[in-house]
């Protein structure tokens, strides 16, 4: 299993270096336009290696892999889009000076955190709370950090492949691609903070109303990782870093890792409580 995990994180190593060397092969020194295929194909593989390796993090009673891939497409065709509409129906989307240029602004971090994070968090939540979540498959708190991320990772891709088609003749591929990764890991992390939260709830012997106020705080706090790392992104990518991306995708991949390694530690103790855990002598 750990070998495992080491070759996912190569492959998507390797994912950005390939993307690299063939900018290079090309001479693509300026920006370009990606056809729709190599969008989703750059949209699409390091959901796919996530995944696979978020997967693996659940090893004492891993799910069906039926299962997983399907909350990971309902992530993707249903979670994004409805994310994107109510999105649009609250705040409509405006020119850059009736926001002002501060990316710390009230105003601004308000509508990424209120509106936004709270809209796609929330739409991810809907997926996961009104199908699998119903499930005798899920039986442990564990799983709701599996299938959250798992909606997180289909999420990332409706979201990167219209972020990479709506940028135009704009796109670095290297950078796009690194980006791409980062984003990914993002989205499923903001979602399986939300998803421990969501397994312990399921699992606790507390009253209702503490669950419902579990599942709240939970809401609350995902949607404030998602809107702080939009405002991390606005800000890197309406300053002096523009001019040097890998600057940018590093400020914004320092985020997405610590999110991600707190979300681990935490649930290494959901697989010390597991029911499904090999006790000593069995």
């Known amino acids: 299993m750990v070998g495992?995990?080491?070759?996912?994180v190569l492959g998507l190593w390797a994912f950005v270096a390939l993307a690299w060397v063939v900018e290079r092969g090309?001479?693509?020194?300026?920006?370009?336009?990606?056809?729709?295929?190599?969008?989703?194909?750059?949209?699409?593989?390091?959901a796919a290696l996530w995944l696979a390796l978020f997967y693996l993090q659940d090893r004492h009673e891993p799910e069906p892999k039926a299962f997983v891939a399907g909350v990971f497409i309902l992530g993707a065709a249903i979670a994004a889009p409805l994310a994107d509409f109510l999105v649009y129906q609250v705040s409509p989307p405006m020119p850059l000076a009736a926001y002002g240029l501060s990316?710390?602004?009230?105003?601004?971090?308000?509508?990424?955190?209120?509106v936004v994070g709270l809209a796609q968090e929330l739409c991810k939540y809907v997926v996961v709370r009104y199908t699998i979540?119903?499930?005798?498959?899920?039986?442990?708190?564990?799983?709701?950090?599996?299938?959250?991320?798992?909606?997180?990772?289909?999420?990332?891709?409706?979201?990167?492949y219209h972020r990479l088609q709506h940028l135009g003749h704009?796109?670095?591929?290297?950078?796009?691609?690194?980006?791409?990764?980062?984003?990914?890991?993002?989205?499923a992390s903001f979602a399986g903070a939300l998803g421990y939260v969501m397994g312990r709830a399921k699992f606790t012997r507390r009253s209702p109303m503490v669950r419902t106020v579990l599942l709240f705080f939970g809401l609350a706090g995902a949607a404030a990782l998602n809107g702080s790392f939009s405002v991390v992104e606005l800000y890197v990518s309406s300053s002096g870093l523009a001019q040097q991306p890998w600057k940018g995708v590093g400020w914004a991949g320092g985020f997405a890792v610590l999110v991600f390694g707190v979300l681990m530690l935490a649930s290494r103790r959901l697989l010390a409580d597991s029911p499904f855990r090999p006790r000593e002598g069995t």
């Open 103 to 114: 990316p710390f602004q009230t105003d601004r971090v308000v509508h990424a955190i209120l």
């Open 170 to 187: 704009s796109v670095f591929l290297s950078t796009a691609a690194a980006m791409t990764v980062v984003t990914t890991l993002a989205h």
């Open 26 to 46: 090309l001479g693509l020194e300026d920006a370009v336009a990606l056809p729709p295929a190599v969008a989703l194909l750059i949209a699409v593989v390091p």
């Open 133 to 160: 979540y119903q499930s005798a498959e899920f039986d442990e708190p564990m799983d709701g950090v599996v299938y959250m991320m798992a909606v997180g990772t289909g999420f990332a891709v409706w979201l990167n």
């Open 4 to 8: 495992g995990k080491l070759l996912l």
